[in-house]
């Protein structure tokens, strides 16, 4: 969805950088595993509390 969207983000947005915070692409919406879903998803949510503003914003 971000890539949708992310240009109407932008627009409300005005001078602030955003940047994506999310999984990698792939196929599968998940890992596969639980516990590799928990962890991916932990370090996610940190990620997009307290990562560094405009990080991967372009990808």
Do not use: C, K, M
Request: aromatic content about 8%.
């Amino acid at each position: 969805a971000w890539f949708q969207i992310r240009h109407h983000l932008q627009a409300v947005a005005g001078e602030r950088t955003l940047g994506y915070a999310g999984r990698a692409r792939s196929p599968a919406p998940a890992s596969g595993h639980y516990n590799t879903h928990v962890a991916e998803q932990n370090a996610l949510v940190e990620y997009a509390l307290s990562g560094p503003v405009g990080a991967d914003a372009n990808d």
